[in-house]
């Protein structure tokens, strides 16, 4: 049988190391092939090449066969390959028919664009994915799981030349598990049309739910390509890492139950309604829900980021809705999902990514001492292990899970009273995951009362005292003690009743 995607010796550098060195791999027809490292592994760069955007330095590759000419957006489309990146490339003031017109043109009659038939390709190839929504709303602004519905559903739509590869980067980084399990579901009805599927994931739950085999990349080298079947979660993490990971258990009874830090009561907006949280010093709470529960409406009405009813209190101070600055004077600190739209500076230096929260401290006689800012960011990258430790370099220039620590940074360098975390570590790999969870430890230690609004039920797990499940807007539930299980929680959040013991 003819590979579906063959890779033979690539390689590519940016003005440094290589980044991808000597890359061989082949995926078979129908089969879903894994592909998992660290950020900066070289995942996002094979893709990249694949795609068109980066030519290689050396290399080949084919599809089905044919070789496939390399820094051509055009060629890869033209030979089969088809794309949903982990930014998802839609056009957020363009509605759901015209982004994927764009990805393959408009049905017209005597030069006249056929939008009816146009409506009706969108729909059906939505409802082919188990969605449906308003198709004339703008992309811009539909839920999460809408949008990458939306770019899975562009890129499957049939065009002149028939999908060969259907490669998926990081596509349920802002997913549910429940909502991920569709997208699982497309996936799997693709590869048995004879698609071959390559994805790229962080959670190792997906590889062995999912993949009939994994590829894994580390620092730019092939380790080891083998099917999934046999193969541990710990020994996946000792090959993406190149080390056994420290396992950390969260011992909810450890946590003293000192004084109130943070009280909402009766927060409304969007879908929320009447939703009370507390939070003490040192204590780490999380929050669950399905998309449309009001999830993710939490972090940035807490924050005043958004209109909000309620109260929300900083020791007993109330912050006044849409006033993210009288929070931020209170003690109060945001890391937002999507860094890239509502946190990160990207074209901006690490130095001045952290300070821009408080910038004054470095001035005098209304001059900033560059010295003393640099060495003050230089000790927050060292704590941090941002690499590069270099206080000059742009944050573009940082994988994932560095840029994520850079946003934390921002924040503990401040001494957060309170730290809100939108899906803290979404889009990082395990060892980055890792040494976050451990930050947000060492901060709840310090005192800081922390709020985690995640997707990933193992994290809530992991660094939760308690969580609270959010359903149609309200808190339906608690889960504390024996009851935090990541799979109790899944069930929680989609409303069933708790499974009674065997």
Known sequence: MTAALTVTNMSKSFAGPRVLDSVSLSVEPGEIRALVGENGSGKSTLIKILAGFHLPDEGSAEVGGEPLLLGHGEASE????????????????????????????YPSFRGRIRWRQERKRTRAALTELGYEFDIRRLAGSLAMSERTALAVARAMTPRQTPAKVLILDEPTANLPAAEAERLFQLARRVAESGVAVMFVSHHFDEVFGLAD??????????????????????????????????????????????????????????????????????????????????????????????????????????????????AIALGMGLVPAERHANAAFMTSTLRENITVTRPGIHFRAGLLRKNPERSDVATWLERLDVRPRNSEFTMADLSGGNQQKVVLARWLRMKPKVLVLNDPTQGVDIGAKSDIHKLIDEAAADGTAVLVVSTDHEELVRLCHRVLILRRGKVADEMTGGRMDHDLITAATIGRDRPSAA
């Open 78 to 105: 033209a030979a089969g390959l088809r794309f949903v990146h982990q930014d998802l490339g839609l056009v957020n003031n363009l509605d759901a028919v015209d982004n994927i017109a764009l990805g393959v043109g």
């Open 213 to 326: 085999s994994v590829t894994v990349l580390r620092d730019g080298k092939h380790i080891i390509t083998r099917p999934v079947a046999g193969l541990t979660e710990d020994q996946l993490i000792e090959l993406v890492i190149g080390r056994r990971l420290e396992h950390v258990v969260h011992d909810a009874k450890a946590a003293e139950q000192r004084d109130v830090v943070m009280q909402v009561t009766g927060l409304g907006c969007d879908v929320l309604n009447d939703v009370d949280i507390t939070v003490h010093a040192g204590e780490i709470v999380g929050i669950a829900g399905i998309t449309g529960s009001g999830r993710d409406e939490v972090a940035t009405a807490v924050f005043g980021g958004t209109d909000r009813a309620g109260e929300v209190r900083i020791n007993g101070t109330a912050v006044p809705p849409m006033r993210p600055d009288q």
